[in-house]
Nanobody, 114 residues
Framework: VQLQASGGGLVQAGGSLRLSCAAS????????MGWYRQAPGKQRELVAT???????NYADSVKGRFTISRDNTKNTVDLQMKTLKPEDTGVYYC?????????WGQGTLVTVSS
């Protein structure tokens, strides 16, 4: 399984960015797709996940600002981020779980300037 993420960049506080991730390879029966992030000097943390049945889960810090969506026909997962804050800065990693195994993308950097 390979995950290719895109869409990171530099944005001012209050701005928006959209991250996209495409899964390829042996991608049947994907259970969970989502996004994690890692800020400088901090541990990787969950941002949002979405189950195959469209059930979503968000970190409290992003609720109401971020929206995760998934296209099962294209095996993609997107993260729409609005009202970005400097504390949203970090490397964002695409993630999926399949057959109880976790897979990670290479990460895309999001920098929010104040």
């Amino acid at each position: 399984v390979q995950l290719q993420a895109s869409g990171g960049g530099l944005v001012q506080a209050g701005g928006s960015l959209r991250l996209s991730c495409a899964a390829s390879g042996s991608i049947s029966s994907i259970n969970v797709m989502g996004w994690y992030r890692q800020a400088p000097g901090k541990q990787r943390e969950l941002v949002a996940t979405i189950l195959s049945g469209r059930i979503t889960n968000y970190a409290d810090s992003v609720k109401g600002r971020f929206t995760i969506s998934r296209d099962n026909t294209k095996n993609t997962v997107d993260l729409q981020m609005k009202t970005l804050k400097p504390e949203d800065t970090g490397v964002y990693y695409c993630y999926l779980n399949k057959a109880r195994l976790d897979y990670w993308g290479q990460g895309t950097l999001v920098t929010v300037s104040s």
